[in-house]
């Protein structure tokens, strides 16, 4: 069985997020403290149930793959009420939800 380590993408954005705030000062405490919030307790959940079960071949079977498509739909529902949240903290005055590919 896989171990549950932390994604690296989630690290490697956490100390960004960290980084900045030093730079940045008090100021970007908030914004710094809600991106961590939804890195640690939002996106690192999903990711670390689906990168072990995609590591035991869960992808394989069509059951998994529907569930894990019904999660994501939940966690981008989730993602998008904190990418308004960050956006309007930062200071963007365009909603980045509503860019298209």
């Known amino acids: 069985m896989a171990t549950r380590k932390q994604p690296w993408t989630v690290y490697f954005h956490c100390s960004i997020i960290l980084a ?6 008090p100021r970007s405490q908030e914004f710094t403290k ?10 690192r959940p999903f990711t670390v149930k689906w990168h072990a ?6 992808f394989d079977d069509p059951e998994h793959c529907k569930v894990f498509q019904q999660e994501l739909r939940i966690l981008q529902v989730k993602l998008m009420v904190y990418t308004r949240m960050l956006g309007h903290m930062a200071g963007v005055e365009r909603d980045l939800t509503e860019l298209e590919d």
């Open 20 to 25: 900045r705030s030093k730079k940045y000062g």
């Open 34 to 43: 809600l991106a961590i919030i939804v890195l640690n307790q939002i996106v």
């Open 53 to 58: 079960l995609s590591l035991q071949g869960g």
